[in-house]
């Protein structure tokens, strides 16, 4: 015993344990977010309960804990209705409870708006649609669906129209102001012009704006009615519905369905209710759009840095000081390039911009605002340590042999550069430039100040002339999660969606650094020789 | 092959060659850019102010400097007027000085016939004090505007507005006209043989919509303790001022109709010099006193110790002394600056931050002066009959580097303190700019954060580097990198959302945990060996034991976690939080700074690991290998031969994992209350540089005092880091020569 710890065994198992805290703090963290966010979508029971006062509750057991003042145990429950409860969650205790049962025919409806109900349905006013009147109401509810989807899906395209017209008319205005601003007199005649056409545009938006209200009142009128567990009724229009589920009389198959119905939304479709339900869509696009444009700016400017560094310099001041801004382009806190690009991208050249090429629409800014360009110039600059030190490495693996083999046949040093390291680099650049994503994809602090907004009403990218926006401010999943996470009225509300979001991040995150870490490790692997 | 090609080549090697380099140099550039373009913004900060003559003009003949009773400009410096005691104002052009309009003011009140005096009461309004003792309003309208092809055009009109107006009362000195929000109006007059005189006029509308007018007169009967030679009133008609001869200050509640009560009376000149000027500063909270000496100084009342709820007035600011006696104050409407007159100049200087702003020299003894609307150009008539009007440019007179770094005795505190509002609800608020708290914040935030990383990352390095089996190694470094590119955004809210209403449960098993896991791990070494004989565990070989300290530690926050339940049913009352309060006096605030240490230090332990890792496993094996052969145990070789060898690289891992902790913003940001308190106790949340940045500049105007002043935060975060960086660099270079492999 008394060897053991003079030879200090304990203390390496001291270590081990310092390693273990790690770890278990690593694991516990991709554990929270992933119990907590892919349960979410799981179409969980409907419990009625009874209680001693007589009322009934119907809901979603979302936790179980000890009552802190009076030490019973309770559970939190999801009644859902906003509109007609006020809140979303409420607390029972368990010795209230006189009875729980799973009553078959409970329904949860997903709404456009006042986020869930939870109740049952009654019968649905189905005027004008073709569907016997003798059919069960539930089955009158899921075919009146179907044909109000697709009354919905005409309006939608006259909606697609509406905003084509909508962005000429824009696009118009500005072409208006553009010649207004250079003399109203010699461009007379091109205003004139233009001005009819806009006219026309607008004119033809009107029509189009009457034909839509006229159809979407039409829609409206086609409702159902419902009982929620106290007995109220509801009336709820089938165009609120987005989805409908009587989750206690689904087998696990269509649970399953449900699930990757819910998945695919997530993935595909628009926030609604303040992003705290619906899709994701226009953040990953945003995101990736923004990740995108940051290593055009970054991958070139990175690698050219490291081959200075690695091939070019000399070891002299100049390259020790190309590696001291390195490092502090890597230690300089991420929200000091954000104040960065606001003073110099955003209102320095942004600014200039303006008052150079669209003077006409001022004070309305065009790029002197925050905007996906100068977002990706902002993380650029942040993530190009990054490329550079990976680049670096990976010309550092190379043996020298390779290099003087191909400098004795008569290359020159460029030659060389491009046709035989460049190649052989190619999986450390990738390295850094996997991995410079990965850091753009999860960095907000700088996004909050140049550029993401909570919701944007458009996408940096779309099929209106010239296509990619440059100026178009966008959303970011991080910055999603902030905001929903901390600046949403209902923040309880909307835990299980920012769980979500976490965890769609973090996957990203995580398979871009792997693959980057993996890609790396071979990269190393090909050349070390080990003399020990 | 041919001559061309190999030309060809050669001039695209020399010009890529030359694109590299500047590739290279650029990365110097970008960082010296930043430093410069953010400085750029933060700079003009403290530019001084200045100010430049727009105009000198000389009075008409027909009027002498004497007979003008009050002055003004406006924004453009391109007009000024005159008021004579005739009760007319004479408007000039500043481009030739002719007289563009003579107007005199509309409804003279009954029975006067000369003009007594002018008070300006903001908002271009002047009260008028006629011979007779009546009092009227008028509202000076003067305005310019340039039009495209350069023609400037200069406005003006004088209105009477019917809302302050008083019959005549006998022969006054002085008088001040207050309107009291919903209770009428209030005049206070100064009488010859220094008495003073309240009137207390009220509206009343009866149901039936009949007005009854009804006035109310007192005089001041407190002996006054010397001769009155100055006296103010607040803008709501609340408090009344006055200096004496001797060096008296003394300030009366007239806020209740038909009393004054005398709240304070106080010696304000230290060797009796004379009250010569008193005005309110923008904000009524302060008072600028001006004696005979020209001593500057402003005060306002402030609840002492062991006066309970009175406040007593208090000498709060020292300004600078002008040369002569300070003859007149004329408070900016704009902010807090004090613009003082003394007999041949102007002396500007801001109440908060006791900068001197400006002097403004003339020539000869000024009579009257005055400030545009928005304060910023100003005009003074001397005796010669000359008016000049300055043209004003004071950027941030309230930021000065006592401002940003040293305590400030703010309006309404009880003492100077550090203190950061940026903003509230009203205009005339005073900004608390104080960088101090924040500094705190983020060495608090850091420190907590490091206390906590440090060791489980250099311990859990060493561990990795030196005792792990190099097939797992292969396996866990890689887990750890993932660690490092986890998003902050991810661990704010999860220390936010998750972690600090889970702590908030149970406070008590964070402290437990900390002293059982070690105790478990002591008495597991004590048994280490019986255990690994006749137990699964023997299947863990050399290398591999932290596997086994891994259900250890779970198990550790587990019984800690059983542990405080019981502990604070019966040592704290069931609720430690309370006992917390009611015992210890700490507030408990739920996002704290053990939510932060945990938080941040989770941020930085991959950062440190990675690099002290490196730093450690490049010690040359054959150092190790000699140490082993030498007989040396596994633990004293790392801990004797490895650590020291390798102390420099993993001084810079904690440096370059300090550097990252200062600036973290999301984790701070998300996992703190944000309120920019100075505490050092866990239990409180705080506010970081980093943070406060991302949470004020979305709403700081453009160039306004507040966005510079964010600027120079992200400067300091800036030029902080970049010293430990650099320094951790110079370390690391150093370690790499002396150890040759990179």
């Not at chain 1, 189905?126 to 003798?134: F, M, N, W």
């Amino acid at each position: 015993m008394k060897k053991f710890w003079k030879t200090g065994e304990p203390y390496v198992l001291a270590t081990g344990a310092a390693l273990a805290i790690v770890l278990v703090m690593t694991l516990s963290l991709v554990g929270v977010v992933v119990s907590n966010g892919l349960g979410y979508f799981w179409p969980k029971q409907l419990v009625r309960f009874e209680l001693k006062d007589g009322s009934a509750a119907l809901g979603q057991i979302m936790q179980h804990e000890k009552n802190p003042i009076s030490g019973e145990r309770r559970l939190q429950l999801k009644i859902a209705n906003r509109d007609v409860f006020g809140q979303d969650f409420r607390w029972i205790d368990e010795k209230d409870i006189t009875k729980r049962s799973l009553p078959a025919d409970a329904m949860l409806l997903e709404r456009r708006e006042h986020g869930n109900y939870f109740g049952f349905l009654k019968s649905v006013t189905a005027e004008g649609l073709d569907i016997p009147a003798a059919a069960a109401p539930l089955e009158t509810l899921e075919r009146a669906l179907k044909l109000v989807a697709e009354k919905n899906e005409a309006s939608r395209k006259i909606k697609g129209q509406m905003s084509d017209l909508n962005n000429r008319a824009e696009r118009l205005r500005l072409k208006l102001l553009k010649l207004e601003y250079n003399g109203k007199e010699q461009n007379s005649a091109a205003i004139a012009e233009l001005t009819t056409e806009r006219d026309k545009a607008m004119t033809e938006f009107n029509a189009l704006n009457e034909q839509s209200s006229a159809s979407l009142a039409e829609i409206t009128r086609i409702s159902a009615s419902f009982e929620d567990v106290s007995g109220g009724s509801k009336e709820i229009a089938l165009i609120e519905i987005v989805a409908h589920q009587r989750p206690n009389s689904m087998s696990f198959i269509a649970k399953c369905g449900a699930y990757l119905e819910r998945v695919r939304e997530l993935l595909l479709d628009d926030p609604r209710e303040s992003n705290t339900e619906g899709g994701l869509f226009p953040a990953i696009f945003g995101t990736v759009m923004m990740v995108l444009l940051m290593s055009v700016f970054s991958l070139p400017f990175g690698v050219v840095a490291a081959i200075y560094l690695r091939e070019y310099a000399r070891d002299g001041l100049l390259t020790r000081a190309v590696r001291i801004a390195v490092n502090n382009l890597a230690g300089v806190p991420s929200i000091v390039y954000g104040v960065f690009g606001l003073g110099f991208f955003v209102y320095g050249i942004g600014g200039s911009l303006d008052s150079l090429f669209f003077p006409e629409r001022l004070p309305t800014p065009t790029f002197g605002t925050g905007g996906i360009l100068w977002s990706s110039l902002t993380l650029a600059l942040l993530t190009v340590p990054v490329v550079i030190v990976a680049t670096e490495e990976s010309l550092a693996s190379i043996p020298r042999g390779i290099r003087e083999g191909s400098l004795a046949l008569g290359a020159t040093k460029f030659q060389t550069l491009t046709k035989i390291l460049l190649p052989m680099a190619t999986p450390g650049i990738m390295t850094g430039l996997i991995l410079s994503m990965a850091r753009a994809a999860g960095e907000v602090a700088p996004l909050m100040i140049v550029g993401v907004v909570k919701l944007a009403p458009t996408l940096p990218f779309d099929g209106n002339f010239p296509f990619f926006h440059m100026d178009r401010k966008f959303m970011h999943l991080g910055f999603h999660i902030y905001d929903v996470g901390f600046q949403s009225p209902n923040v309880e509300a909307a835990k299980p969606m920012v769980y979500v979001t976490t965890m769609l991040l973090l996957a990203i995150v995580i398979v871009a650094s792997s693959t980057a870490i993996y890609l790396r490790n071979r990269m190393r692997k090909r050349y070390t020789t080990s003399t020990f | 092959m041919k001559k061309n090609f190999t030309d060809k080549s050669r001039r695209n090697d020399r010009l890529a060659e030359l694109l590299i380099r500047i590739g290279g140099v650029l990365v110097i550039i970008s960082v010296v850019w930043i430093l410069v373009m953010i400085s750029r913004v933060a700079l003009p900060l403290f530019y001084p102010a200045s100010a430049r003559v727009a105009a000198t003009l000389k009075l008409p003949p027909t009027l002498a400097s004497a007979r003008v009773l009050a002055v003004g400009t406006e924004e453009n410096q391109q007009g000024a007027f005159l008021l004579d005691e005739t009760g007319t104002f004479h408007f000039l052009k500043a481009a030739d000085g002719s007289t563009s309009a003579s107007i005199k003011a509309p409804n003279v009140p009954a029975g006067a016939a000369r003009l007594l005096s002018a008070e300006y009461i903001g908002k271009s309004d002047y009260n008028l004090l006629w011979d007779n003792g009546a009092v009227s309003l008028v509202t000076v309208a003067l305005d310019s505007a340039k039009s495209p092809d350069g023609t400037v055009t200069v406005n003006h009109d004088v209105t009477a507005r019917d809302e302050l107006a008083f019959a005549a009362a006998g022969t006054v000195v002085q008088s001040f006209a207050r309107q009291i929000e919903g209770q009428g109006s209030v005049r206070i007059d100064r009488l010859v043989g220094d008495r003073i005189r309240l009137t207390r006029q009220l509206l009343e509308t009866d149901l039936f919509g009949n007005e009854k007018r009804s006035s109310e007169t007192v005089e001041i009967s407190d002996p006054l303790p010397g001769r009155l030679s100055a006296i103010a009133v607040d803008s709501k008609g609340h408090y009344l001022y006055a200096g004496t001869g001797n060096g008296m200050l003394q300030r009366w509640d007239i806020s209740e109709a038909g009393q004054a009560r005398l709240l304070d009376n106080i010696q304000a000149s230290a060797d009796r010099q004379a009250i010569t000027s008193l005005a309110m500063v923008l904000g009524d909270v302060s008072i600028a006193v001006g004696d005979a000496k020209g001593r500057l100084t402003t005060w306002f009342p402030v609840k002492l110790a062991g006066s309970g709820e009175d406040r007593r007035l208090t000498r709060i600011h020292t300004l600078r002394p002008t040369s002569g006696q300070a003859t007149a104050i004329l408070p900016s409407p704009r902010d807090k600056t004090l613009f003082t007159m003394d007999n041949g100049a102007i002396h500007a200087d801001h109440m908060t931050s006791e900068r001197k702003l400006l002097t403004i020299e003339l020539g000869s003894p000024l009579l009257k002066a005055a400030l545009s609307p928005k304060g910023n150009s100003l005009c003074a008539l001397d005796e010669a009959g000359t008016l000049r009007i300055w043209k004003l440019a004071i950027p941030h007179p309230e930021i000065s580097f006592g401002t940003l770094f040293g305590k400030v005795w703010y309006e309404g505190y009880d003492k100077p303190e550090f203190a950061w509002q940026s903003s509230a609800a009203n205009d005339d608020f005073e900004p608390k700019l104080s960088l101090i708290p924040l500094m705190f914040g983020t060495v608090k935030a850091t420190l907590f954060a490091m206390l906590f990383a440090v060791p489980l990352a250099i311990l859990a390095a060493l561990y990795t580097s030196q005792f792990m089996s190099p097939r797992l190694k292969g396996r866990i470094k890689p887990l750890v990198e993932i660690m490092a590119a986890i998003p902050s955004v991810v661990i704010g809210f999860l220390a936010g959302l998750w972690l600090a209403p889970l702590i908030d449960k149970s406070i008590l098993t964070v402290f437990f945990s900390i002293v059982l896991v070690p105790l478990l791990l002591l008495v597991t070494i004590f048994f280490w060996k019986r255990i690994r004989i006749n137990s699964p565990l023997q299947r863990l070989t050399r290398g591999q034991e932290f596997v086994a300290m891994i259900p250890l530690v779970v198990l550790g926050c587990y019984l800690a976690f059983l542990l405080s339940g019981v502990a604070e049913l019966h040592l704290f009352g069931g609720d430690f939080k309370q006992w917390l309060y009611s015992a210890l006096g700490v507030r408990y605030d739920q996002r704290n700074s053990i939510i932060i240490a945990i938080a941040l230090g989770f941020a930085v332990i991959p950062i440190i690991f990675t690099i002290a890792e490196d730093a450690i496993s490049n010690v040359p094996r054959n150092l190790t290998a000699a140490s082993l052969a030498l007989g040396a145990s596994r633990w004293q070789t790392a801990w004797r031969v490895v650590l020291p060898s390798a102390l420099p690289g993993v001084f810079s891992a904690v440096m370059i994992g300090f550097g990252r902790a200062i600036g973290e913003t999301m984790i701070v940001l998300m996992a703190t209350g944000n309120t920019p308190i100075m505490s050092w106790s866990l239990f409180n949340g705080l506010r970081s540089l980093s943070a406060n940045i991302a949470v004020e500049i979305p709403e700081a105007p453009v160039f306004s005092s507040l966005y510079r002043v964010l600027f120079l935060s992200a400067v300091l975060l800036f030029i902080f880091t970049f010293i430990i960086n650099t320094a951790a660099e110079a370390l690391r270079q150093r370690f790499r020569k002396k150890y040759g492999r990179y």
